[in-house]
T-cell receptor, first 113, second 116 residues
Framework: DAMVIQNPRYQVTQFGKPVTLSCSQT?????MYWYQQKSSQAPKLLFH???????NEADTPDNFQSRRPNTSFCFLDIRSPGLGDAAMYLC????????????FGQGTRLTVV | AQKVTQAQTEISVVEKEDVTLDCVYE???????LFWYKQPPSGELVFLIR??????QNEISGRYSWNFQKSTSSFNFTITASQVVDSAVYFC?????????????FGTGTRLKVLA
């Protein structure tokens, strides 16, 4: 059974139209991550939550926001998607931040038209 | 600096051949962990192995084996008797501290194509 679930798998949005991607987990892990992965590149960390503590990467654009209303759910909001935001967005969880494996969802492939 | 280098961008092998994926890392930490993940076409990164910096024993799991050598800062991954289902992108990652925050530092990945 899937332990990290991302919805939708594919999302098409219009240039500048806000979009929300969702992630849920059944592992009860403390940490949830959002990564952006563009074609043939490594995943790039956007931000992560340790419980309710939000940690933003210095180079994450302000256009990207996140919410974690409870342990199980985390959302990625893109306020005004640009063509350059088209990518695969991966959600991951880990029990703690340090030195433990992360479990990934299947990703949401975002297309901006 | 914390860095993971996977110099092989793409490798093609014929089914049943053995193949080794290279991973070289840089870290200032004395305690750190290394990982390998598999990303099949479906997109999900699948965890394969975690190795801590104090354990240099090689590990074997079925057709997979890993060779960790601190002296050369390498953590290489070998698939024996490769199969078409092994075709995927493989990422090596390091868990380390960057700007005061622990995070996973991924290599750029190696795309493995196993041909029937």
């Amino acid at each position: 059974d899937a332990m990290v679930i991302q919805n939708p798998r594919y999302q098409v949005t219009q240039f500048g139209k806000p979009v929300t991607l969702s992630c849920s987990q059944t592992l009860n892990h403390n940490v949830m991550y959002w990564y952006q992965q563009k074609s043939s590149q490594a995943p790039k960390l956007l931000f992560h939550y340790y419980d309710k503590d939000f940690n933003n990467e210095a180079d994450t654009p302000d256009n990207f926001q996140s919410r974690r209303p409870n342990t199980s759910f985390c959302f990625l909001d893109i306020r005004s998607p640009g063509l350059g935001d088209a990518a695969m967005y991966l959600c991951a969880t880990s029990r703690v931040r340090v030195n433990t494996e992360a479990f990934f969802g299947q990703g949401t492939r975002l297309t901006v038209v | 600096a914390q860095k993971v280098t996977q110099a092989q961008t793409e490798i093609s092998v014929v089914e049943k051949e053995d193949v080794t994926l290279d991973c070289v890392y840089e870290t200032r930490d004395t305690t750190y962990y290394l990982f390998w993940y598999k990303q099949p076409p479906s997109g999900e990164l699948v965890f394969l192995i975690r190795r801590n910096s104090f354990d240099e024993q090689n590990e074997i799991s079925g057709r997979y084996s890993w060779n960790f050598q601190k002296s050369t800062s390498s953590f290489n991954f070998t698939i024996t008797a490769s199969q078409v289902v092994d075709s995927a992108v493989y990422f090596c990652a390091l868990s380390g501290q960057v700007s005061g925050t622990y995070k996973y530092i991924f290599g750029t990945g190696t795309r493995l194509k196993v041909l029937a």
